[in-house]
Each structure stands twice: as structure tokens, then as C-alpha cells.
């Protein structure tokens, strides 16, 4: 028999928010419940910041509680601090070294995770999951520990990038239950595409979107890293701000094409992510220069240099650029991406500069903010 709504919601009212024996659902702090059709229930549940550590365990006995139900594969809750409608942004726990005037505040920081950086674009298609891979791959082969995370939820791609298709196991650990990033050439790799089916997300929305990605950062086995790279969503919507509030973000890079449009859309990236007082650390221009593979000639299909030229308007980092590549493509395309299986070539090498540009502006201290030392247990 399918899982309704009403069994879901009378299965938590028998988990209680406070001293006084307010019932989750009474307490107004339910999200939307999403049932799939697998037998998956995933919703999230309101919180103020400071509240994460009291709401852990309510968090648990919801999850519990939804999982007793027949027919239920998997609860999946989260604790989520949005914003309401028409509301302001959610109160934040003070950062060390966050704006004076109190603004946005970053979400609490991962534990082992040094710096994470957000790969995205105004529009999709631009080349964002080819650079996220293959600049996560460049930072990786300079020594770093790297992961990389596929947030774009409507349309993961690096399970095809890097050839992964298991599902991840997952391990108990003090903390609770974690989900084992899979190897992807060395990286750390984790895909919403590694757990749930390809139509699945297409159905969610906002809220939906942020749970999942807050469990897909909070609760995987990430270990130390030095660099974790997030393949956002593409787009500058809502999901996107909660998306780069929600995360304890050292910075953003920005893909784009040459083209007039692409550059608008990455202007607008841009000034999202100020809006939320994540620092830009660089634009990287992706599909610059065509270099014919008979005859060596070069052609700017796409145009040339206006992402570096935006950039300079924009006063944020030029990383550097990639040309429009047949290789590149048919490697992404193959599962094996260009600068784990051709290190050396001259693909890799584009990679590998803007890799050293980005991790000098990481490392530089102008770049990551300070995180906020709160952890979730
Ligand atoms: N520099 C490049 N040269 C050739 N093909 C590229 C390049 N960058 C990306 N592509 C190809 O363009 C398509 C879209 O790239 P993708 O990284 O999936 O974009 P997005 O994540 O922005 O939607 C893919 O087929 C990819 O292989
Ligand atoms: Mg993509």
C-alpha cells in the first residue's frame, strides 16, 4: 500500500520538539514531505542556527520514527535553516571574522574539510561539471587531498565523468551514520546521481533540494581534505542562495563561455554570491579558443578573452582559460577525465594553471573566511 502523507505526519507526531511535549508536526517546523515511489520520505525540519546541536536528536527520533512505517524504504530528515517566505535571511551563529554589520553567515564548517569552494555558472551547459572534475583532479595532482561534490541535484554528472556507478556504502561512526565517498582517480566523490534514481530530484523542490544537499555535505565520510569542490547547480535562483548560504563556502569560481550571454548570466553569479558575502576567487573561461586538430590553426568560435575582460569589469580574479577540445570532451563523455588520464598533455596543463592560480588565492588568505568552529554531533 503506498505511503501517505497523513501515516508520515502521524508517525512524527509522536516525536516531541521541547520540555512541553510539542509534536513535530504541531510545532510548524515541517518542511513539505516528499514521498517517492520507491518508498523514500525525505523532508526537513526548521531550525534556528544555534538550535542544531537540541535538534540533532529530534532529527534521529524523526527518522526513526518514519522508518517504522511499513513500506518505507528510507527516511531521510534534515535540519534545515531557511528562510520563510517574504522573510529575511535565517539568523546565523556569529563567525569569527564574519561582516561587521552582521550579515549572512556561512553554515556550521565540516570538520576535517579545509577549504570548500563552489564551482558555478550563471547557465548550464557552459562546461561547470567538465571544470569542477578536471580542476579538482589539477588540485590533486599539486599533493592536496581533494573531493569533489555533485550538488547539481537536476543533473548530476559526475557518475558519467569519472565512470562511478556503485552505491556508496555507508558506515556507523560517532557521529551517526555516514555515507563512504566513492574513489574517482584519487578524489573524494560523492553524487546525489550515486543515490537516488536519475528522475527522482527533477520532482523536488527548494527545500527538498537543500535538505538533501546539506545530508550529501554533512553526512559523508568526507576525512581530511585540503580542497572540497562543489558542482553547483547552475542558475542563480533560490535554490542556489540557500545553496551558498547554507554551506560553509572559502569561495566560489565562476565558469563561463566567451559569449555575450554566458557572461551575463555570469555576472549575475557573481553578484549573488556578494549578495551572500561569498568571495569570488576567480573566473575561468571554458571553450576559449579552438585549436584545429588537422591543422593546428586557431579559431575563437565562442569569441575570446570576454570572460577575462568581465572579470576585470567585475574587479573579481581572471583564473585562467580552456580551450574547446575534442579530447576534453570525449574523455568527460568516456568516464575518464582528461587530467587524470592525459596528466601531462597540453588539456592538463590548462587545468593545472588554473588550479595553482585558485589555490594561491585559497591558500593567500584573501580568499576563505574564517569557519565558525561549531560542530554538529
Ligand atoms: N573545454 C571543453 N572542450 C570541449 N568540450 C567541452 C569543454 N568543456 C565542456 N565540454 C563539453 O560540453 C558539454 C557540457 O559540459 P558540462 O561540463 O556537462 O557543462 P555544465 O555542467 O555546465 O552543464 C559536455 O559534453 C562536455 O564534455
Ligand atoms: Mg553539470
Redesign the pocket.
Known amino acids: 500500500m503506498a505511503i501517505t502523507r497523513d501515516d508520515v505526519l502521524k508517525a512524527l507526531a509522536g516525536v516531541t520538539v521541547d520540555a512541553a511535549g510539542t509534536s513535530l508536526p504541531a510545532s510548524g517546523r515541517l518542511s513539505e514531505i516528499v514521498i517517492d515511489p520507491s518508498g523514500r520520505v525525505v523532508f526537513s525540519i526548521g531550525i534556528a542556527p544555534p538550535e542544531a546541536k537540541t535538534f540533532e536528536a529530534v532529527r534521529q527520533a524523526a527518522e526513526i520514527a518514519v522508518l517504522r512505517l511499513p513500506g518505507v524504504k528510507a527516511a531521510l530528515a534534515s535540519l534545515t535553516a531557511e528562510r520563510g517566505p517574504g522573510a529575511g535571511p535565517a539568523p546565523r551563529p556569529a563567525a569569527p571574522g564574519g561582516g561587521p554589520q552582521g550579515g549572512p553567515r556561512p553554515g556550521p564548517a565540516l570538520p576535517g574539510v579545509r577549504h570548500i569552494v563552489a564551482v558555478a ?1 550563471g547557465k ?9 572534475c578536471n580542476l579538482a583532479l589539477a588540485l590533486r595532482a599539486q599533493g592536496l587531498k581533494v573531493g569533489l561534490l555533485d550538488a ?1 541535484i537536476y ?1 548530476p ?1 559526475v557518475p558519467k565523468l569519472f565512470g562511478l556507478d556503485r552505491k556508496p556504502e555507508t558506515i556507523n561512526t560517532p557521529q551517526g551514520q555516514r555515507i563512504v565517498p566513492l574513489n574517482g582517480y584519487g578524489l573524494a566523490v560523492m553524487s546525489i546521481g550515486f543515490l537516488i534514481a536519475a528522475d527522482t530530484a527533477m520532482i523536488w523542490r527548494g527545500p527538498m533540494v537543500q535538505s538533501a544537499l546539506t545530508q550529501l555535505l554533512r553526512e559523508v565520510a568526507w576525512g581530511e581534505l585540503d580542497v572540497l569542490i562543489v ?1 553547483m547547480p ?1 542558475g542563480t535562483g533560490d535554490a542556489q542562495l540557500t545553496l551558498a548560504q547554507a554551506t560553509p563556502l572559502a569561495g566560489a569560481v565562476i ?1 563561463s563561455t566567451p559569449q555575450d550571454l554566458a557572461l551575463i548570466d555570469a555576472r549575475r553569479a557573481v553578484t549573488m554570491f556578494r549578495r551572500v558575502e561569498v568571495p569570488i576567487l576567480g573566473v575561468v573561461e ?2 576559449a579558443t579552438f585549436v584545429c586538430p588537422h591543422c593546428g590553426g586557431t579559431s575563437h568560435i565562442f569569441g575570446h578573452g570576454g570572460a577575462r575582460h568581465e572579470a576585470e569589469t567585475l574587479g573579481v580574479p581572471f583564473l585562467g582559460e ?5 579530447t ?2 570525449e574523455s ?2 568516456s568516464g575518464r577525465p582528461v587530467v587524470a588520464v592525459d596528466p601531462d598533455g597540453p588539456q592538463a596543463a590548462a587545468y593545472r594553471a588554473i588550479a595553482a592560480a585558485l589555490w594561491a588565492n585559497l591558500s593567500g588568505g584573501a580568499g576563505p573566511r574564517p569557519a565558525p568552529r561549531i560542530v554538529i554531533e
Request: overall charge negative.
Open positions: 555558472s548550464g551547459g557552459v562546461g561547470k561539471s567538465t571544470t569542477a547539481d543533473g554528472s558542482d547552475p565558469v571554458n571553450m580552456v580551450p574547446l577540445n575534442m576534453i570532451r568527460s563523455d
